[in-house]
């Protein structure tokens, strides 16, 4: 079992900057992916960013440029900068981890992007 713990979503103006967390505990070994994913109110849950167990990332194309995905070097968080953010990334965040391919996540945070 993998238990995640993220924090740092909140309330920012449009052209602001956010961090997300998420903190892995528990059967942590051979995690392939880690990520986030959104979900918007009336939409789908979507992929925003995924990192591999090689450090590789990939970006929807819709955050690419403004958001950047990293880990600690002991792979156990991960973060998701969000900068110049704008009113459609208003949604429901996830922490996302595959582990042996098995998925696992978060409890969901916040964002809203408004003035």
């Known amino acids: 079992q993998v238990q995640l713990v993220e924090s740092g979503g909140g309330l920012v103006q449009p052209g602001g900057s956010l961090r997300l967390s998420c903190a892995a505990s528990?059967?942590?070994?051979?995690?392939?992916?880690m990520g986030w994913y959104r979900q918007a109110p009336g939409k789908q849950r979507e992929s925003v960013a995924t990192?591999?167990?090689?450090?590789?990332?990939n970006y929807a194309d819709s955050v690419k440029g403004r958001f950047t995905i990293s880990t600690n070097n002991a792979k156990n968080t991960v973060l998701l900068q969000m900068d110049s953010l704008k009113p459609e990334d208003t949604a429901v965040y996830y922490c996302y981890v595959a582990r042996r391919f098995y998925p696992y996540w978060g409890q969901g945070t916040q964002v809203t992007v408004s003035s």
């Open positions: 990192i591999n167990s090689g450090g590789s990332p």
């Open positions: 528990g059967s942590i070994d051979s995690i392939n992916t």
